[in-house]
């Protein structure tokens, strides 16, 4: 089992920049990919990265590729998702996602195994 807590939304101003956090626990976080989705008001989840277990594989929406940079620190159990040029496009509830079953369903948001609560993200002047 992993457990996954996110941190770090928060309100900003368009153009600026935040860094969410996925603090994991559970003994399998190392080996398994993890994956950063979001919902926006009114509309689907939708895939936003993916990073693998080993930290050298990343993949990106083409709407925030750019702009967002996936990261993990696995000896301290931690995903990245360092946020640029925000808009307010951006404003969503971001989750943080684990082991969608291998590298190649990353984008599958549906085969995410494990889900933490949620952080929002509010792009607003």
């Known amino acids: 089992q992993v457990q996954l807590v996110e941190a770090g939304g928060g309100l900003v101003q368009p153009g600026d920049s935040l860094r969410l956090s996925c603090a994991a626990s559970?003994?399998?976080?190392?080996?398994?990919?993890v994956g950063w989705i979001r919902r926006a008001p009114g509309k689907e989840r939708e895939f936003v990265a993916f990073v693998n277990w080993r930290g050298d594989i990343t993949h990106y929406a083409d709407s925030v590729s750019g702009r967002f940079t996936i990261s993990r620190d696995n000896a301290k159990k931690t995903v990245y998702l360092q946020m640029n040029s925000l808009t307010p496009e951006d404003t969503a509830v971001y989750y943080c996602a684990g082991d969608p079953g291998g590298t190649t369903w990353s984008r599958r948001i549906d085969a995410y195994r494990y889900w933490g609560q949620g952080t929002q993200v509010t792009v607003s002047s």
């Open positions: 559970g003994r399998t976080f190392s080996s398994i990919g």
